[in-house]
C-alpha cells in the first residue's frame, strides 16, 4: 500500500473505460487499412506522422523519425550511450573536449549530385545558432557558439581546415557538444531546403526519398535507386517503408497487428498487454531515462500564473505518491523517480532520496495561502499512460481534499499547445546525460523550459555542470542540481520507463533505441 494509505482500487475507480490495462484479447471493430502487405520489399511502421516542420524546431523525436530516411545525422547515439559517426569519419576533441576536430566521410554525397564537405557543416552551425527564430533548441545546444550580441555563430568559433575537415573551438569545455550533435533536431539538411516545406525539397544524404505523406495517416519512403548512397550495405536496404499513423489508442495499434496491417509496433505502453494471436512476434525492451512529468506553468501569459507561488508546488507535490503513479500508470513497468529529473541509467546521476510525502499537510497549506478552492485542471495527451499517470494525480489530490479535474486533449490539439498549459503532463524522452534534459528543460529561458522556471543559482549549477567532462567529477554539480529542482517543486516526476516494441520475427534491425530513435537504414526483412 502507499504510505498515504490510499486504495489502488479507489484509484483506479473512475478511471476511463472499464479497466486500466488492455485485455489480451480485442473485439474492437475491424479497422478499415488500404496498404496491402509485402511480406519482401516493405515495412509498415505503426508510428505518429506528425506534422513535419524544420529540423530545429522539432520537438517531438517522431517527427525526426519520418525524416531519417533521407536526413542523416553527423553523430549516432548507440543504446549504450557511445557515440558512432555517421557523416562524420572521425571526430577527435582535445583533453578538455573544449576543441574539436570534425573530419567528414570522403565518400558521402546529397541526393541532388553534391559532394558532402566541410562548407556545409558551418552552414549547419550557422542555422543552429539564429537565436531570431521562436523554439529553435539547437540554439540552446549551440549556446557555446553563439556570439551574445549578434544571436547568431560566432564566425571566430569555427574554422574550415580543408575540404573535408573543421575545427570547433568553444570558449569552455562542453561535455554535451557531440552528444547534441546526435540529437534528434540536429538531422543534416542542405542550404537550399525549403525551410517552410522541407518535405517540397527532400535533398538530404540518405538512402530513402519520401513519396507520401499524408499528416495522421501515412508516411511512405522508398530506396532511392537514383542516388549514390555512402552505405557499403546499400543493396541489402528494404525497399519500401510506410509510417501508419494509427491515433493514439494502443487497442488499434494491437488490433492493427492482429489483423496483419501493420509489420511493427512502433512502441508499447507499459499498461498494454499483448494478445495471444502475436505471441509469434518479437518482443524488444530496454530500460530508459524515459518519463512523464506533471509540470507546473509558473507563467500565465505574461503574469506570474498561482503556480509561481512555491507554497502551492509544494502543497501539491507532497500529496503525490510516486510509487501509485507508477503502478496505476504504467503497470510497475519501470523504476520509481524523485522529482528532479535525472535517471539512475545516467553516469552523473546521485541518489538523494525521495521528496517528503505529507498529503494530510497539503489542503492547510492551500488554506493558507487562499486557494484551497482553486480548482486545479491537469491537461494530459489523448493516450494511455499519459492518461493514466494525470488520473492517478487527480485521485491522489481529490483524496487530499485538493479540486482537481483532468482534461484530457486530442493529438493535434496537445501538440500544438504542450508549452502553454499550466498544469500538465509532459512526456520527455531518453538522452544519454543527465545534464542534457536539465539544460533544455530548466535553464532561464530555454526553449523548452515549460515551467518557465528561471533561478541565477541553477543557471550557474547548469553551465558547472555542462563545462565539466568527467562525469564522476560532474556527480558532485548534479546532486546540487537535483536538490534544487526537487525543493523547488517543479515537477512531479513519477517513474522512469522501460520502453517495449514488439515486430514481426522476420524483421531484423527492430531493436528499440532508449530514446524513441528510429534508423531505418537498419531495417531489413528475413528472405
Same mark, same amino acid.
Given at each position: 500500500m502507499p504510505t498515504n494509505d490510499i486504495s489502488r482500487r479507489k484509484l483506479i475507480k473512475g478511471f476511463a473505460g472499464t479497466a486500466v490495462f488492455a485485455p489480451a484479447s480485442i473485439t474492437k471493430p475491424a479497422l478499415a487499412t488500404d496498404i496491402a502487405a509485402d511480406t519482401k520489399n516493405t515495412i509498415r511502421l505503426q508510428h505518429d506522422v506528425p506534422k513535419i516542420v524544420e529540423p530545429r524546431l522539432w520537438d517531438w523525436p517522431q517527427i525526426a523519425n519520418c525524416?531519417?530516411?533521407?536526413?542523416?545525422?553527423?553523430?549516432e547515439c548507440q543504446p549504450n550511450g557511445s557515440l558512432k559517426p555517421i557523416?562524420? =569519419?572521425? &571526430?577527435?576533441?582535445?583533453?578538455? %573536449?573544449?576543441?574539436? =576536430?570534425? &573530419?567528414?566521410?570522403?565518400?558521402? %554525397?546529397w541526393n541532388n549530385g553534391e559532394q558532402f564537405k566541410a562548407k556545409?557543416?558551418?552552414?549547419?552551425?550557422?542555422?543552429?545558432?539564429?537565436?531570431?527564430?521562436p523554439g529553435n533548441s539547437m540554439a540552446l545546444r549551440m549556446a557555446s557558439l553563439i556570439d551574445p550580441k549578434a544571436g547568431t555563430l560566432d564566425a571566430t568559433r569555427i574554422k574550415i581546415l580543408d575540404e573535408l575537415?573543421?575545427?570547433?573551438d568553444l570558449p569552455n569545455p562542453d561535455s554535451t557538444f557531440l552528444y547534441n550533435l546526435a540529437d534528434y533536431p540536429a538531422a543534416v539538411i542542405h542550404p537550399t531546403t525549403n525551410l517552410s516545406d522541407i518535405i517540397s525539397t527532400p535533398i538530404g544524404t540518405g538512402a530513402f526519398i519520401p513519396t507520401d505523406y499524408i499528416p495522421g495517416k501515412r508516411m511512405v519512403v522508398v530506396r532511392n535507386e537514383k542516388h549514390e548512397?555512402?552505405?557499403q550495405d546499400y543493396?541489402?536496404?528494404?525497399?519500401?517503408?510506410?509510417f501508419v499513423d494509427l491515433g493514439t489508442d494502443p487497442l488499434d495499434w494491437l488490433l492493427a497487428a492482429q489483423e496483419n496491417a501493420v509489420d511493427l509496433l512502433f512502441q508499447i505502453p507499459s499498461a498494454s498487454n499483448i494478445p495471444k494471436g502475436l505471441n509469434s512476434w518479437k518482443e524488444y525492451k530496454i530500460l530508459s531515462s524515459n518519463t512523464l512529468v506533471a509540470r507546473f506553468n509558473q507563467k500565465d501569459g505574461l503574469k506570474p500564473s498561482i503556480y509561481a507561488n512555491s507554497s502551492i508546488r509544494a502543497a501539491i507535490s507532497q500529496a503525490i505518491d510516486n510509487s501509485v503513479l507508477l503502478e496505476l500508470g504504467i503497470n510497475n513497468i519501470g523504476i520509481v523517480a524523485h522529482n528532479h529529473h535525472v535517471a539512475p541509467v545516467h553516469p552523473d546521476f546521485v541518489d538523494i532520496g525521495a521528496p517528503q510525502l505529507s498529503p494530510k499537510e497539503s489542503l492547510t497549506t492551500l488554506r493558507r495561502v487562499g486557494v484551497h478552492e482553486h480548482v486545479h485542471e491537469i491537461h494530459a495527451l489523448d493516450d494511455q499512460f499519459n492518461r493514466y499517470t494525470a488520473e492517478a494525480i487527480a485521485a491522489q489530490l481529490r483524496d487530499a481534499k485538493i479540486p482537481t479535474a483532468v482534461k484530457v486533449v486530442p493529438r493535434n490539439k496537445y501538440f500544438r499547445h504542450w508549452r502553454d498549459y499550466s498544469f500538465s503532463i509532459t512526456e520527455w524522452i531518453h538522452r544519454p546525460l543527465g545534464i542534457q534534459n536539465i539544460a533544455l528543460g530548466y535553464k532561464s529561458n530555454a526553449p523548452w523550459n515549460e515551467c518557465n522556471y528561471s533561478n541565477p543559482v541553477l543557471d550557474d549549477l547548469i553551465l558547472d555542470a555542462i563545462s565539466t567532462v568527467n562525469s564522476s567529477l560532474r556527480q558532485s554539480i548534479m546532486e546540487k542540481i537535483e536538490h534544487h529542482i526537487q525543493?523547488?517543486?517543479l515537477i512531479i516526476q513519477p517513474f522512469w520507463r522501460e520502453l517495449t516494441r514488439i515486430a514481426k520475427s522476420d524483421i531484423t534491425g527492430?531493436?528499440?533505441h532508449p530514446s524513441h530513435e528510429l534508423h531505418l537504414h537498419k531495417l531489413s526483412r528475413k528472405i
Open positions: 525524416c531519417r530516411g533521407w536526413l542523416e545525422y553527423l553523430l557523416l562524420l =569519419k572521425e &571526430v577527435t576533441p582535445n583533453k578538455d %573536449y573544449s576543441s574539436f =576536430k570534425l &573530419v567528414i566521410k570522403p565518400n558521402v %554525397y556545409h557543416v558551418l552552414w549547419l552551425f550557422q542555422y543552429w545558432c539564429d537565436t531570431s527564430i575537415t573543421l575545427k570547433v548512397h555512402w552505405s543493396d541489402k536496404l528494404i525497399k519500401k517503408i510506410i525543493a523547488e517543486n527492430a531493436e528499440i
